[in-house]
């Protein structure tokens, strides 16, 4: 299976002749240019033919009068005549092992009874079996375990998340409705990579290389691409509500849902363009990474390079917040320590954990990836749905009427306690003539920029309920206030 695959990259590659060392005849030194590691396996690989050509191929067919398999080179390796009904071995190529590690064992191949070399039973091609080669193949197998197991639970826990919020009217505001749109692109994006990793494990499928097949591969790029962006949209409104104190809401879910789901359309566009004009790229459902893959991975890296800028500058401005009110020096560590890991998954800056893939194989670096992509959205639902104490206060009320309805205890009494609770939280508002809430001023060193992050609740006030306001705007009020205070 993985000599099929491996062998389908490499013909499409080996084409590009212009990669290949050249001597300058002057001073017969070998080009000065380094070489990567696919560049190098291909120069191996035509190294290995030419010499194959002289050693192997060039002899003739054995004469003693036995049945042999012909001699060949199978694109990887060179096999010598082979008498029927026999395995041969051959030591791993060197050169698969920056991208599958020292090898466990080695590479075989079958010479049948009646003389000719086995054949593999999905393609039909003479095949050799490279399989232990790849000594990470268990390795690979449990990443992609995790892969699954992660997106699963991410989509299972955002659809939880997503019922939520649109249950309850208290939870109904612009700041939750940027997460309602964060975790329906965790629910699509972690969709389309439990059918890309199911898509791969069907060779033939792939083999075929149907449009649907390519469509699949672009779409998931598409919502991957959304997911970050409204992770940038995550930041980017926090970041406006905490240094412009006067900023329209409306506005702002505007220009996130433009970045959000408008924005990622265009390098997706570029990189379905780009990649469908080479035809050497549009086979296997466009699985193999090429090199055109900096189409979609620029626009990610720079959203999560702002995003920290985002997370620098709330933090900056959190830690004059609690310096203008004299609190100690450890009791400022916890509260920004508890912003900070509150808010690396949500804006996405987990992943500079791991910035760059080693050329080399490493299992501990590709099991931390699959953990750090595949169970964000799980981390994002703890955090900001079932962890959050103002949602856990919401259901938790619900519950309690719905258990006294059942249990048919007076109401006038539950409503009374209800009530009596939410004052103890409520901020006090001024009205002016014409019946208008307005923030009544706050003596004391917090800003207007602070209070109109913590405490910004125009829309909940419209929808009549002052526990809908505190509730609805638990969200920031976690990263920066609330929770903050409730914790300590």
């Known amino acids: 299976m993985l000599g099929s695959k491996m062998d389908t990259m490499l013909f499409t590659n080996i084409t590009e002749l212009d990669i290949l060392p050249t001597t300058d005849t002057t001073s017969g030194a070998l080009p000065v240019r380094s070489l990567n590691p696919e560049e190098e396996m291909i120069r191996r690989i035509w190294m290995a033919w030419y010499e194959c050509n002289i050693t192997i191929l060039s002899q003739l067919y054995p004469s003693d009068g036995g049945l042999y398999c012909n001699a060949t080179f199978d694109g990887w390796d060179c096999w010598n005549y082979t008498s029927a009904g026999t395995r041969i071995y051959h030591d791993c190529p060197t050169f698969l092992r920056h991208k599958y590690g020292q090898p466990t064992g080695q590479a075989f191949k079958d010479c049948r009874v009646d003389g000719t070399w086995l054949t593999h039973p999905d393609t039909g091609r003479t095949w050799t079996n490279y399989t232990p080669c790849a000594s990470n193949k268990e390795t690979l197998q449990r990443v992609i375990s995790i892969y699954y197991s992660g ?88 970041h406006a509500l905490v240094v412009f104190a006067f900023t329209s809401d409306k506005r702002l879910l505007v220009i996130c849902y433009v970045i959000g789901w408008v924005g990622p359309l265009i390098p997706t566009a570029v990189y379905a363009a780009v990649r469908g004009s080479k035809p050497e790229l549009r086979h296997g459902c466009w699985s193999i990474t090429a090199d055109e893959n900096w189409i979609l991975t620029g626009p990610v890296v720079v959203s999560l390079v702002v995003n920290f800028l985002f997370l620098l500058n709330i933090l900056r401005i959190l830690l004059s917040k609690l310096r203008a009110v004299n609190s100690s020096e450890a009791h400022q560590s916890r509260r920004t320590a508890r912003a900070t890991l509150i808010l690396i998954p949500l804006l996405g800056l987990q992943y500079f954990v791991i910035p760059f893939q080693p050329d080399t194989p490493s299992p501990i670096y590709d099991i931390i990836s699959a953990v750090l992509t595949s169970y964000q959205g799980v981390l994002v639902a703890l955090f900001f749905c079932f962890c959050n104490g103002e949602v856990i206060n919401v259901v938790r009320r619900k519950w309690k009427v719905m258990r ?85």
């Not at 205890?409 to 009530?419: A, G, H, I, P």
């Not at 009205?431 to 809430?437: C, D, E, L, P, Y």
């Not at 006030?461 to 609330?482: F, V």
Request: aromatic fraction near 12%.
């Open 404 to 488: 006294e309805r059942l249990g048919g205890v007076d109401m006038k009494r539950s409503n009374t306690f209800n009530v009596s609770l939410l004052e103890t939280t409520y901020v006090p508002r001024t009205t002016s003539g014409n019946g208008s809430f307005h923030r009544k001023s706050v003596e004391g060193p917090l800003s207007v920029k602070m209070e109109a992050l913590l405490y910004d609740g125009d829309e909940a006030q419209r929808e009549g309920s002052p526990e809908g306001w505190r509730a609805c705007h638990a969200q920031p009020a976690t990263a920066l206030g609330h929770s903050l205070n409730n914790s300590d």
């Open 151 to 238: 997106y699963a639970l991410s989509i299972i826990l955002s659809i939880a998340s997503l019922l939520i919020f649109s249950c309850f009217r208290q939870l109904h505001c612009s700041r939750v409705t940027l997460h309602k749109h964060l975790f329906i692109t965790y629910v699509l994006s972690g969709a389309a990579w439990i059918l890309m990793f199911a898509l791969m494990d069907m060779p033939g499928m792939v083999k075929d290389n149907q449009p649907w097949c390519q469509a699949l591969h672009v779409l998931t790029q598409y919502l991957t691409l959304c997911n970050y962006f409204w992770m940038f949209c995550e930041g980017f409104y926090l």
